[in-house]
């Protein structure tokens, strides 16, 4: 229900606070009442961010993640809770996907000079990346949340990057909730999501990037209340080899790069993080599987497919009347 005049104006405030993170940059637009410190809410956000990168980061040789990834196999090692939530996540959406998503996919990722390895592709790092390896999922990596603890089965490269940006953005929101914030909205890169509405009563209106290298321009606008968003897509980083445009996101079952005619995926969830993992698994499962386990998932998705007349739009759920056409 929207605000009345008198409520809208007791929170009238509009104040934007922001900080870099994960190579890019985090932020909250706050609709809340001059009780509210600011400051306090600032280094607080900029924390919840700074812990999941130290955590989960495969830039940055001391994290979490990384400690795991050297371990030999069949070793036991110590995580953070958040951590093993997100690893218990990524491997819940690998089951569900078929594979689409996988978060075994580190050796491919630094391979194709995307990581923190290279900068470029390597023939031989590829190579070796593309050998048969034992079944990853439950099999490959065990996780003992109880105990805080986890161990791989199969030498196995972990990297979360398709999922652990949408769970700082969750963070986030718990931060905000915590200084008893009503009105909001989180962001970090393509992943956003809403606390509640805007003080007037409005949605947030959250701009779809239409999916074009080297142009930063508005295709819909999509309106949030109390939902996350997250955007996968091929057009921010990518290689052309010959005619084909390589994405710098990994697919599992082929052990390559996404090569298909979709340009882009956005799905509505309630947490960003299975916003942010569900965009990437279908991405990865192409126009056809995708669509097919979208709908079979009942999730909110919009598909902008490449084909020779230009972008198409497929939507299913909340989407499936597309974003918003953007004025002009």
């Known amino acids: 229900m929207p605000k009345t005049s008198s409520e809208a104006a007791a929170m009238g405030r509009h104040s934007t606070l922001h900080g870099p993170t994960m190579g890019t940059r985090w932020s909250a637009t706050v609709d809340t009442d001059s009780r509210l410190d600011l400051a306090a809410l600032r280094v607080d956000l900029a924390a919840a961010v700074a812990q999941v990168d130290e955590q989960m980061s495969p830039w940055k040789p001391d994290s979490d993640l990384m400690r795991l990834n050297r371990a030999p196999v069949g070793t036991w090692v110590d995580l953070p809770a958040e951590t093993l939530e997100v690893l218990d996540s990524a491997l819940d959406v690998q089951g569900l996907s078929a594979g689409a998503f996988d978060p075994c996919v580190g050796d491919l990722v630094d391979a194709w000079g995307f990581g923190a390895v290279r900068d470029a592709p390597d023939a031989a790092a590829i190579r070796a990346a593309r050998q048969p390896r034992p079944p990853t999922g439950q099999g490959g990596l065990e996780l003992e949340r ?146 097919a386990m979208a709908q079979g998932m009942g999730l909110d998705a919009l598909f902008l497919l490449r084909r020779a007349e230009g972008l198409v739009e497929l939507g299913l759920g909340r989407l499936g009347e597309s974003a918003e056409p953007a004025n002009g």
Request: glycine share 8%.
């Open 146 to 291: 109880s105990a805080g603890r986890a161990r791989k089965r199969a030498p196995l490269q972990l990297d979360l990057c398709g999922i652990a940006k949408g769970y700082a953005v969750d963070r986030m929101v718990a931060v905000l909730q915590r200084h008893g914030v009503r009105h909001a909205l989180a962001a970090l890169d393509g992943e956003l999501r809403a606390v509640g509405r805007q003080a007037s009563g409005a949605p947030w209106a959250v701009a779809l990037e239409r999916p074009e290298a080297g142009l930063r321009a508005v295709h819909g606008v999509i309106e949030l209340d109390d939902l996350a968003v997250a955007t996968s897509g091929d057009y921010r980083r990518f290689l052309r080899v010959g005619d084909a445009r390589l994405a710098h996101t990994m697919d599992p079952r082929r052990r390559a790069p996404v090569n298909n005619a979709v340009a882009s995926v956005t799905v509505l969830a309630r947490t960003c993080m299975h916003a942010d993992a569900w965009a990437t698994a279908l991405l990865v499962a192409g126009p056809d599987e995708g669509l």
